[in-house]
């Protein structure tokens, strides 16, 4: 079973649009810490924020926000008045024991100018 | 710093064939790590380490030997390569324990083997 749930395979949204990246992850561990990583076109990966189960605040960064909530088991990942340069492959991951990390399938968002 | 290096960027093998993918970093970091990203399938983890002469293995890491001489280095090496082994292969780096921090990623490895 996956660790790491991303069901929107690709999203399309217009630029300006708001758009959320949903996560869903699977643990038995009450200790565990969850992360999302862009891949821009360019391919690298860069890493955008980590959360461990026991933050359960949500976090805003810019245009960028997080919803972490333990109850549904989600992650989500919400980009307000979005951009072209947010046209990306995003991964949600999901670290249990400190050294292994799943990562989900990636979410390919692309904003249309 | 250079951060995370990788070689090469490309690299064709034939079935069969053997050979090391170069993964350094100069950040002094204790965990380091090798993944895979095949399309539809995201990245899954093959080995990893936590420092100079301890390696464990990850989701996938059959087909794949690795081994941690140095803080620094952390190659990855196909002892004969198969065609299920065409994908692209990055390297990542952090602090130990890595779910602590943040991980540093190489620009990645295009394998395809034929």
């Known amino acids: 079973a996956q660790k790491v749930t991303q069901a929107q395979t690709e999203i399309s949204v217009v630029e300006k649009e708001d758009v959320t990246l949903d996560c869903v992850y699977e643990?038995?561990?009450?200790?565990?810490?969850l992360f999302w990583y862009k891949q821009p076109p360019s391919g690298e990966l860069v890493f955008l924020i980590r959360?461990?189960?026991?933050?359960?605040q949500n976090e805003i960064s810019g245009r960028y926000s997080w919803n972490f909530q333990k109850s549904t088991s989600s992650f989500n990942f919400t980009i307000t008045a979005s951009q072209v340069v947010d046209s990306a492959v995003y991964f949600c991951?999901?670290?249990?024991?400190?050294?292994?990390?799943?990562f989900g399938t990636g979410t390919s968002l692309t904003v249309i100018p | 710093n250079a951060g995370v290096t990788q070689t090469p960027k490309f690299q064709v093998l034939k079935t069969g064939q053997s050979m090391t993918l170069q993964c350094a970093q100069d950040?002094?970091?204790?965990?380091m790590s090798w993944y895979r990203q095949d399309p539809g399938m995201g990245l899954r983890l093959i080995h990893y380490?936590?420092?100079?002469?301890?390696?464990d293995q990850g989701e996938v890491p059959n087909g794949y030997n690795v081994s941690r001489s140095t803080t620094e280095d952390f190659p990855l090496r196909l002892l004969s390569a198969a065609p299920s082994q065409t994908s692209v292969y990055f390297c990542?780096?952090?602090?130990?324990?890595?779910?602590?921090?943040?991980?540093?990623f190489g620009p990645g490895t295009r394998l395809t083997v034929t």
């Open positions: 959360r461990n189960s026991f933050d359960e």
């Open positions: 990542a780096s952090s602090y130990s324990p890595a779910s602590s921090y943040e991980q540093y």
């Open positions: 991951a999901l670290s249990e024991a400190g050294n292994q990390f799943y």
């Open positions: 950040m002094n970091h204790e965990y």
């Open positions: 643990t038995r561990d009450t200790t565990y810490y």
């Open positions: 380490s936590v420092g100079a002469g301890i390696t």
